[in-house]
């Protein structure tokens, strides 16, 4: 049973380029969350996909956008690319409707931005 | 969300047991209570999640006292491995609106010594 899965492990761009993340999420699941770790402190929540609709968000700017396929990856886009939005980018899955919504993460894209 | 408070950081010899405890004061009659562990570069692992009394798996075992209020990870006989931040969250279970988002804090940062 693979768990979550996210391409690339690294990545390094230069500022105001743009960016592709991709999840896949744990067999069964069919709700992927999208967290960004800074250096030293807790995951942040970017948002959450259902349905191939986001459901919820956090408080990241709308240069963050996400899509979920049929299948139930998911991508992260992030354009015009800051060097604050370097981080750890993770990517964790759920299945709605189970008795306690827990999530399971992915290893993490690491995005350095120049 | 409701917020919780933890030690930043704590350090205990190989073999002993620890506890880390956690403050969620507002917690909701609804919400859970949600313990990762995250090593560096790495996606937060699930630990352990329970909502009252006594929780054990064969990893460790969380105490929730009747007040819900507060709430205490342990970890039987730690080992050099168990050097990492762990993370304690409250949320809400299947309240019907299905998966809800993890709102972090900065952990509690345990080392382990020979």
């Known amino acids: 049973d693979a768990g979550v899965t996210q391409s690339p492990t690294h990545l390094i761009k230069t500022r105001g380029q743009q960016v592709t993340l991709r999840c896949s999420p744990k067999s069964g699941h069919d709700t992927v969350s999208w967290y960004q770790q800074a250096l030293g402190q807790g995951p942040q929540f970017i948002f959450q996909y259902y349905e191939e609709e986001e459901r919820q968000r956090g408080n990241f700017p709308d240069r963050f956008s996400g899509h979920q396929f049929p299948n139930y990856s998911s991508e992260l886009n992030v354009n015009a690319l800051l060097l604050g939005d370097s981080a750890l980018y993770l990517c964790?899955?759920?299945?709605?409707?189970?008795?306690?919504?827990?999530?399971?993460f992915g290893p993490g894209t690491r995005l350095t931005v120049l | 969300l409701a917020k919780t408070t933890q030690p930043i950081s704590m350090d205990s010899y190989e073999g002993q047991e620890v506890n880390i405890t956690c403050s969620h004061n507002?917690?909701?009659?609804?919400?859970?209570i949600t313990w990762y562990q995250q090593f560096p570069s790495q996606g937060p692992r699930f630990i352990i999640q329970g909502y009252k009394t006594k929780v054990k798996n064969e990893v460790a075992s969380l105490f929730i006292p009747a007040d819900r209020k507060s709430s205490t990870l342990s970890l039987p006989r730690v080992s050099l491995s168990d050097t990492a931040v762990y993370y304690c969250?409250?949320?809400?279970?299947?309240?019907?609106?299905?998966?809800?988002?993890?709102?972090f804090g900065k952990g509690t940062k345990l080392s382990v010594i020979p």
């Open positions: 507002n917690i909701a009659t609804n919400d859970y």
């Open positions: 969250l409250v949320g809400d279970g299947y309240s019907g609106a299905g998966s809800y988002q993890l709102t």
């Open positions: 964790a899955s759920s299945r709605r409707g189970a008795s306690t919504d827990t999530q399971y």
